[in-house]
């Protein structure tokens, strides 16, 4: 059988990492060492708002972490230095994969398809995480690397210098960081849509999936 595509590569934090999870226990154990009261939804909310603005100009991504996580905590009436706010790079390696991500991965591979990781990570910190996966990758391209942040293109270009005329899918949570500059280029996209979100303009998918499972039943 012909396979759809020979490689697929993916957005790391919220597509195959819990990051969701991470922070927002990340936040409690450190606003609770402080004696404070947080609300986990907002916590995700406002790091939503603000990380994008943090990523505009490039920085190491563990100081991207620091200062969102410092102007997370004013927004929500908690004080903290610079040192204090570091808490959320320290968590970072503890992150999990979800529940779907090393079975699917595993198919791929099987199946003969190349593995990537297009991330807004530094390469140590990813390094961290990459084992929890049980898979190795083909490709790994991190802002540390580009120094640019998605939903800028460097990311995406140096993949596909480095892929040439294979055929290639990039698969991802985010409809902003990863789905609409994919498009944008014409690189094919699977919009894995954990959170049951809506397209933003630029961002209808090549194709759109509830999970990584259903991602590898439909190309592996």
Request: proline letters at 4%; hydrophobic letters at 45%; a negative charge.
């Amino acid at each position: 059988m012909t396979r759809s595509y020979d490689v697929v590569t993916f957005d790391c934090y919220g597509t195959l990492i819990d990051w969701v999870t991470g922070i927002r226990e990340a936040f409690a154990r450190a606003a609770a060492e402080n004696g404070i009261t947080i609300n986990a939804d907002d916590v995700i909310r406002l790091y939503s708002e603000i990380e994008p603005i943090v990523e505009r100009d490039y920085r190491r991504y563990r100081d991207v972490l620091t200062e969102t996580a410092g102007r997370v905590a004013h927004a929500l009436g908690w004080r903290l230095d610079y040192e204090r706010a570091m808490f959320l790079v320290a968590s970072l390696p503890s992150w999990q994969p979800f529940a779907d991500t090393n079975a699917a991965l595993q198919r791929l591979q099987a199946a003969g398809i190349r593995l990537g990781i297009l991330s807004n990570i530094d390469d140590d910190l990813l390094a961290a995480t990459r084992r929890h996966f049980t898979v190795s990758f083909d490709l790994i391209i991190t802002a540390q690397q580009v120094h640019s942040y998605k939903p800028g293109h460097a990311h995406f270009l140096a993949a596909r210098e480095r892929i040439g005329d294979a055929k290639w899918l990039h698969a991802a949570q985010s409809n902003f960081h990863d789905v609409i500059p994919a498009n944008a280029l014409g690189i094919p996209t699977a919009w894995i849509n954990r959170r049951n979100e809506h397209a933003l303009p630029g961002g209808t998918p090549t194709m759109e999936l509830r999970n990584l499972k259903e991602l590898a039943d439909a190309i592996s």
